[in-house]
């Protein structure tokens, strides 16, 4: 009966221990990072009767016979389920997603808890907020290395921190330049009259070939009219600011029973496109500067020294004589100056830069604006137009696409003596007869008014005078007013000077079809991106990069700084797929006052050239050109800190930059059930739990950190209430042992009664 007894209290004891255990872990059902208990039970000795016998002979084996004398506490295991995550919004609250510990130190030993709510002490230390034990990591070096091959230290985070300036040096560039950019160029029709006034007109068909450059034909209505001569189509190239680099050759139509009329086509070196130009009587002035020093080649000797820049003339053929000079400034860029000469004043423009290489041309000249000149003489006439260089391969020239003009012979049929009327038969260079001039008299005798009438035209000035008549021709003239000036119907100006119409002289040309009326050219805008940039002082820079279609898969891109000086440029390559296949150029270079010189690599591996779509207004093909990333930064302090799912503390700067402050360390156990565990939710590593493998979270088992969440405890209520009750049940059952055995003992003491 004593047996019984004595397996009742066991029954008790151990009962009320996993009493105390469930009780533990029901406190316990709302703290940080707890890990609940469970226990379990054994039997413990047993009490042998009667042994086992095995079978002998016809009689069967026996059973022992035993009996138990109680039971024993088998374990108190510690759960490591994981618990489940709270959402805090907390900086610096942690948990961890899966196995491993985050690491404590008080000074003298380490500590490992799942508990990870820290705090930033006034040191910067992140600590744990219930006992102050300092979190255990590596500390990352001003660049934001982090070594995680080195002891773990106390975490302390440099707070108020300054994050040197860094110069940039990588400058990346991407998206599409638009391979179908191209200059629309048009021509309108050419609606002309010869100089009886029959009509006839032009049209001009042209066909895209390639880059800027088309094959056009002219065509006319047969029923007024034909092609009668020269080369009506060519081919016709512009470069991509819209300047003539190819052309063809001229050729003449004729109006029905009509006069022919010769058509020029664009001349090189005009802009935007040139134009058809009719009636050209007088000499081309088509001056290119660079080629002044003979056919060429052209070099720099021209620029050293200042040279004659000329013949040209003005409407009366009075000499302009100017000047030019062109100095080197450096980085391939060059000014460019036109001073007056003798008899030569200078109206507007006159200075400028351009840049230029061997094997790309001229590029970024300014102004584009003209230079204006004109006489000075007391006969002088109208201004000489010299267009700036402009952006082109090849050598840079000062073009002059104006007619000079001729002084050509006229011939002269009497038609009746003086008095009457004499008139004159005008023609120009082609032999053509521009009009009939005619002078009428009613005098006797010398000198002697006249009246002058013309054909297909005005009188602008001169309209009567005197002259004088020698029987043949007029031998003496005076216009009233100067000299006579007539004005054709097709708009050439012709001038009769004092002395003797013998000699007319043609002043000024109707271009037919000029450039404001004839030619549309849309030319497409380069493409440009701003990139901002930094210098080794951390003062910020913004440049602008411009990239331009100058052939088939070929762009050219230049870089400019905040003052429009030019610090790199190259060429962009393309296959026929659209994909970036090499660049030339670079760096970037510029020195910053008062900084080290800035030198950056520009990346264009990012840039594709497909076809654009079209801008529903200009029809022009749209580009797209960004610079995503650039790796410079100015100074900046310490805002604000992040934790990542690797447990790296990461600092916010006040310069938008992140750098690494440090990394938490992450112990994981071969059986962290093993560990002791010690007061404020730590363990301490014991004999059975392995030793501690340090490493980052996320590697070698061990689980990842969820930054502004903690762990909740895992404690089940569920399973504890059961447990609760089970327990009850078995400590009332053992209780009633005792009694019930303290009964049966009592009636034996009752049979000695």
Not at 286 to 308: C, E, H, N, R, V
Not at 363 to 374: G, L
Not at 670 to 692: H, I, K, M, Q
Request: with cysteine; net charge negative; aromatic share 8%.
């Amino acid at each position: 009966m004593m047996r019984s007894m004595y397996s009742g209290v066991a029954g008790l004891l151990n009962h009320q221990i996993r009493m105390d255990a469930i009780g533990n872990n029901i406190a316990n059902v709302n703290t940080v990072g707890y890990k609940s208990s469970r226990v379990t039970f054994q039997d413990t000795l047993n009490q042998t009767l009667r042994g086992a016998s095995a079978p002998n002979g016809n009689r069967g084996g026996i059973n022992p016979v035993q009996v138990g004398l109680g039971m024993n506490l088998a374990s108190i295991d510690i759960l490591e389920t994981q618990g489940n995550l709270q959402n805090t919004g907390r900086t610096t609250d942690v948990a961890l997603q899966g196995d491993g510990f985050f690491i404590v130190n008080d000074g003298n030993r380490q500590y490992y808890t799942r508990a990870g709510n820290f705090n930033l002490e006034r040191d910067g230390r992140l600590v744990n907020a219930s006992n102050g034990m300092i979190v255990q990591g590596w500390v990352a070096d001003n660049l934001g290395n982090i070594n995680a091959n080195a002891p773990v230290t106390d975490l302390r985070l440099p707070l108020g921190q300054i994050i040197s300036p860094i110069a940039t040096t990588h400058m990346e560039l991407g998206g599409n330049l638009a391979s179908n950019t191209n200059i629309n160029v048009e021509y309108a029709e050419l609606a002309l009259t010869d100089p009886d006034k029959n009509p006839i007109t032009v049209k001009f068909k042209l066909i895209p070939t390639g880059f800027n450059q088309w094959n056009y034909t002219a065509e006319v209505d047969e029923q007024y009219g034909s092609i009668t001569g020269g080369t009506p189509s060519g081919t016709l190239t512009l470069n991509e600011n819209g300047v003539v680099t190819g052309t063809g050759g001229f050729f003449e139509v004729t109006p029905k029973n009509g006069t022919e009329i010769r058509i020029e086509p664009p001349r090189l070196g005009q802009l935007n496109g040139g134009y058809f130009a009719a009636d050209q009587t007088g000499t081309n002035q088509d001056i290119q500067l660079g080629a002044l020093t003979g056919a060429g080649p052209w070099t720099f000797d021209d620029f050293t020294a200042p040279a004659d820049f000329g013949p040209l003339q003005d409407a009366n053929g009075n000499p302009l004589n100017i000047t030019y000079n062109i100095t080197a400034l450096g980085n391939d860029r060059y000014q460019w100056q036109i001073t007056s000469g003798a008899n030569t004043q200078l109206v507007s423009g006159g200075i400028g830069t351009f840049q230029w290489t061997s094997t790309r041309g001229v590029y970024n000249a300014e102004p584009s604006t003209a230079t204006v000149i004109k006489s000075t003489l007391a006969g002088g006439k109208g201004n000489v137009t010299i267009n700036a260089p402009s952006e082109q391969t090849g050598n840079p020239f000062f073009s002059v696409n104006e007619l000079a003009p001729v002084t050509l012979p006229a011939t002269s049929t009497p038609v009746g003596a003086i008095p009457g009327t004499l008139s004159y038969n005008v023609f120009n260079a082609s032999g053509e007869l521009l009009t009939r001039l005619h002078f009428a008299s009613t005098d006797g005798a010398d000198p002697r008014n006249y009246i002058l009438t013309v054909d297909n035209g005005t009188v602008l000035n001169g309209a009567d005078g005197v002259l004088n008549w020698d029987g043949t021709n007029i031998a003496g003239f005076t216009p009233t007013g100067g000299n006579a000036v007539i004005k054709l119907n097709n708009g050439v100006e012709i001038t009769i000077p004092t002395g003797a119409p013998a000699n007319p002289s043609f002043t000024t040309l109707l271009a037919v079809g000029s450039k404001n009326e004839q030619v549309e050219a849309t030319i497409p805008d380069p493409v440009t991106t701003m990139t901002k940039v930094y210098d080794s002082l951390g003062k910020e820079h913004m440049i602008t990069t411009t990239s331009t279609k100058v052939g088939d898969n070929r762009w050219t891109w230049e870089t400019m700084d905040e003052y429009n000086n030019p610090i790199g440029n190259g060429d962009l390559y393309f296959d026929s797929q659209g994909n970036f296949v090499s660049y030339t150029g670079g760096p970037i270079v510029f020195t910053p006052f008062g900084a080290q010189t800035v030198s950056i690599t520009p990346d264009f591996s990012d840039l594709r050239q497909c076809a654009g779509s079209l801008d529903a207004d200009t029809k022009m093909a749209i580009s797209e050109f960004n610079s995503p990333y650039q790796d410079g930064y100015p100074m900046g302090q310490l805002d604000s800190i992040n934790i990542d799912k690797a447990g790296r503390i990461i600092g916010v700067f006040s310069n938008g930059m992140n750098q690494n402050l440090g990394q938490m360390a992450v112990a994981y156990f071969t059986n962290p059930g093993g560990l002791t565990r010690s007061s404020d939710t730590l363990f301490e590593e014991s004999s059975n739990s392995g030793t501690a493998q340090i490493g980052q979270a996320g590697q070698g088992g061990r689980g990842q950190v969820t930054p502004g969440a903690i762990e909740m405890s895992n404690v089940d209520l569920s399973q504890e209430f059961t447990d609760m009750i089970t327990t009850e049940r078995g400590f009332q059952a053992n209780s009633r042992i005792i009694t019930t055995s303290d009964e049966m003992l009592q009636e034996l003491v009752n049979l000695k009664r």
